[in-house]
Nanobody, 123 residues
Framework: VQLQASGGGLAQAGGNLRLSCAAS????????FGWFRQAPGQEREFVAS????????LFSDSVKDRFTISRDSAKNTVYLQMNTLKPEDTGLYYC?????????????????WGQGTQVTVSS
């Protein structure tokens, strides 16, 4: 599975960004997806996950009510809509996938990883 993340950039606090993750190499419907982020000097942390059916979603407490995750089977793409951004949302955002039905919040639950896209939020 190849995952291509895009959409990162510089935003002001309170602003919005939308990340995209284009998947290829496996049937899109067989994959569940996750977004993770990593700040310099910190461990990679879970942000959001979506199951195969798109109805099952999971968010970390730090982004719940601000971020949404969705998937478009026609475009083989997963989106992370990030609203009301905060400086602590800054990091390298990774798209990840696993061949399972349900959401998953652990790094080890995702077999495939993209290259990451940088998000920087200024105060």
């Amino acid at each position: 599975v190849q995952l291509q993340a895009s959409g990162g950039g510089l935003a002001q606090a309170g602003g919005n960004l939308r990340l995209s993750c284009a998947a290829s190499g496996r049937p899109f419907s067989s994959l569940a997806f996750g977004w993770f982020r990593q700040a310099p000097g910190q461990e990679r942390e879970f942000v959001a996950s979506v199951g195969r059916d798109s109805k099952s979603t999971l968010f970390s407490d730090s982004v719940k009510d601000r971020f949404t995750i969705s998937r478009d089977s026609a475009k083989n793409t997963v989106y992370l809509q990030m609203n009301t951004l905060k400086p602590e949302d800054t990091g390298l955002y990774y798209c990840a996938a696993g061949e399972r039905a349900l959401t998953h919040a652990a790094v080890w639950g995702h077999r495939y990883w993209g290259q990451g896209t940088q998000v920087t939020v200024s105060s």
